[in-house]
T-cell receptor, first 115, second 115 residues
Framework: AQTVTQSQPEMSVQEAETVTLSCTYD???????LFWYKQPPSRQMILVIR??????QNATENRFSVNFQKAAKSFSLKISDSQLGDAAMYFC????????????FGKGTKLTVNP | EAGVTQSPTHLIKTRGQQATLRCSPI?????VYWYQQALGLGLQFLLW???????NRGNFPPRFSGRQFPNYSSELNVNALELEDSALYLC??????????????FGQGTRLTVV
C-alpha cells in the first residue's frame, strides 16, 4: 500500500528559529513527485515546495528547503527563520508519474510558532 | 485567475439524507480530486476524475459517488449519510499530463456536518 508517514503530530518553534518536519513514504515506484502543503486555519491548502524524485538536488523555496533521501524514502522539510505566519498544519504528499496519479497524503504535523 | 471553488462552504444534514458537494476547477485543469479530511485522520483520497471519467477511487463505500461534467466541474454525492461522514471535503484540480510535475490546487473545502 502506498503510505506517507509524518511521525510528529505536533511541533513548536520559536520565532526566527529553524524547525525540521519529518516525512517518510513507501512506494515501490521510482518515478514520482513529492510535495509539502501548508494548511492554515483558513483551511486553504497551499503548496510550499515540490521535489522531483529523479532530481538529486534538494529543492529550495526561500526559507523552505527539503532534505530528500530517495534510498531511505525520506523527505523532510526545513523552515528557516520561522515566522508567526508559518503556523499551520503541514502535510507531506507524493504522486506517482503515470498510473493512478493520485496524491497520497500523510496525517499532518501541526506547527506552532512562539513569539 | 479564479482558483478552485467549492460550494457550499458549510452543509448540515441529518443522518440518512443525501449531500451534494460541488467543485469548479481552475480553468484549463482537467483533473479533479476529492479528499475527505476528518479530524485527526489527515486527507483520505476519495475520487479522481479526469476528462469526464472516474480514474480511481479510494477505500470508501459505494454511497460515496460523483461525476465530472463536460466543463470539468465535479460533484460529490454522499447517500445515506452517517454521523462519521462529518468532515471537511476538499476538492483539488490539476493539469494532468503524463510526466507533468504540476501540483494540485485546492479549494477551501465544504464542511459537512451530519446530525
Amino acid at each position: 500500500a502506498q503510505t506517507v508517514t509524518q511521525s510528529q503530530p505536533e511541533m513548536s518553534v520559536q520565532e526566527a528559529e529553524t524547525v525540521t518536519l519529518s516525512c517518510t513514504y513507501d512506494t515501490s515506484e521510482s518515478d514520482y513527485y513529492l510535495f509539502w502543503y501548508k494548511q492554515p486555519p483558513s483551511r486553504q491548502m497551499i503548496l510550499v515546495i515540490r521535489q522531483e524524485a529523479y532530481k538529486q538536488q534538494n529543492a529550495t523555496e526561500n526559507r523552505f528547503s527539503v532534505n530528500f533521501q530517495k534510498a531511505a524514502k525520506s523527505f523532510s522539510l526545513k523552515i528557516s527563520d520561522s515566522q508567526l505566519g508559518d503556523a499551520a498544519m503541514y502535510f507531506c504528499a507524493y504522486v506517482l508519474v503515470g498510473g493512478s496519479e493520485k496524491l497520497v497524503f500523510g496525517k499532518g504535523t501541526k506547527l506552532t510558532v512562539n513569539p | 485567475e479564479a482558483g478552485v471553488t467549492q460550494s457550499p462552504t458549510h452543509l448540515i444534514k441529518t443522518r440518512g439524507q443525501q449531500a451534494t458537494l460541488r467543485c469548479s476547477p481552475i480553468s484549463g485543469h482537467t483533473s479533479v480530486y476529492w479528499y475527505q479530511q476528518a479530524l485527526g485522520l489527515g486527507l483520505q483520497f476519495l475520487l479522481w476524475y479526469d476528462e469526464g471519467e472516474e480514474r480511481n477511487r479510494g477505500n470508501f463505500p459505494p454511497r460515496f459517488s460523483g461525476r465530472q461534467f463536460p466543463n470539468y466541474s465535479s460533484e460529490l454525492n454522499v447517500n445515506a449519510l452517517e454521523l462519521e461522514d462529518s468532515a471537511l471535503y476538499l476538492c483539488a484540480s490539476r493539469w494532468d499530463r503524463a510526466g507533468s510535475n504540476t501540483e494540485a490546487f485546492f479549494g477551501q473545502g465544504t464542511r459537512l456536518t451530519v446530525v
